[in-house]
């Protein structure tokens, strides 16, 4: 999933001044389940607003809506009828949905309430790591599910490098060496063998380096 | 939490139960942090994070309770009201 953390409250207060009327718009997706932006984070931002706007004497309309997803057209669609009536819309949701709720409604300001971080998984509960890059062309099959693009900070194919010591990452050393789990792991599965397989270089084209990416699948499309 | 102050509450007192004996084993702990979160949101729209306090009692700890009772009404006098009733009624 999309892990985003909350912005500090200061950050959001600043980022609305002068708004009359903000909706605050959560997503029911993956800030949810990092506890960023779903409907109880909403709940809890939007009072504080409230409580703000009236400590500082002002007039300042403020509603919650939390819809299924920000990233897809058809539930951002179903605030349309009421999206007028606000200045300004603080989207709760990932980049992707502060994003896609900006384009389909041109004439409201739309500002973000997290900040997106990264691809990544609940190790438990208040605790998320970093899996994915989407570097658009998955080496998993060769790297004993262990990615060397998202957990080595070098990005190295041919790792380790000198600074991986006892396991770690010379970067911390509560980072573990992304090649010493690959080492460890295709030696648990009878494969280290496969170590000294000489890749051809990746195929970097379809990372971010290209700009914007897209994907098209014509076997789906209407 | 936020909305009993939202609607005018001078303060707001929560009571688990003691720590290591909660019968939702960690509930108490967790209860205490999201106390700490919204005492620091409260702090920083200018209500002041005072007006929230977590204690822990176990059941049969009435003279206890009523000496948080005691202590955090004392607590909320010392503080005055919750400014946002003020400004309620001064708008109504």
């Given at each position: ?25 959560g ?7 990092c ?18 706007a ?24 179903e ?15 990932c ?26 998984a609940t190790?438990?509960?208040g ?16 790297t ?11 990005r ?21 060496c ?11 599965l ?10 051809a ?11 914007p ?10 | ?9 001078d ?32 702090d920083?729209?200018g209500?002041?994070?005072d007006?929230i ?13 009523v ?26």
């Amino acid at each position: 999933m999309i892990v985003a953390e909350k912005k500090p409250i200061e950050e959001i207060i600043e980022s609305l001044k002068g708004r009359k009327s903000i909706l605050v718009l959560g997503c029911n997706e993956c800030v949810t389940v990092c506890e960023a932006g779903g409907k109880k984070e909403v709940g809890v931002l939007a009072s504080a607003l409230r409580m703000n706007a009236l400590n500082q004497g002002e007039d300042v309309r403020i509603d919650e809506v939390t819809l299924e997803r920000q990233c897809d057209r058809e539930y951002v669609e179903e605030i349309r009828d009421v999206v007028d009536q606000y200045d300004a819309v603080l989207s709760m949701a990932c980049g992707v949905g502060v994003q896609f709720t900006a384009e389909t409604y041109t004439d409201t300001e739309v500002l973000p309430g997290v900040n997106t971080c990264f691809m990544g998984a609940t190790e438990e509960r208040g605790l998320w790591t970093e899996r994915c890059q989407g570097c658009g062309q998955c080496v998993l099959a060769v790297t004993g599910g262990i990615c060397p693009v998202a957990r080595c900070a070098k990005r190295l194919f041919n790792g380790p490098c000198g600074g991986s010591t006892g396991g770690k990452c010379e970067i911390s050393k509560e980072v573990d060496c992304a090649w010493q789990l690959i080492v460890d792991r295709l030696k648990a599965l009878d494969r280290l063998d496969e170590f000294e397989t000489v890749f051809a270089p990746k195929d970097w084209s379809t990372d971010r380096a290209g700009g914007p990416r897209k994907v098209v699948r014509e076997d789906v499309q209407e | 939490m936020m909305r009993s102050m939202e609607k005018g509450a001078d303060g707001v007192c929560v009571i688990g139960c003691l720590e290591g004996e909660c019968h939702y084993n960690k509930g108490n702990l967790m209860a205490r942090r999201r106390v700490e979160q919204a005492r620091k949101l409260l702090d920083a729209v200018g209500i002041g994070a005072d007006r929230i306090q977590m204690f822990n009692l176990s059941s049969s700890e009435a003279p206890q309770f009523v000496k948080y009772a005691h202590e955090m009404t004392a607590r909320i006098k010392e503080l005055g009201p919750n400014p946002i009733k003020k400004v309620k009624s001064e708008a109504a």
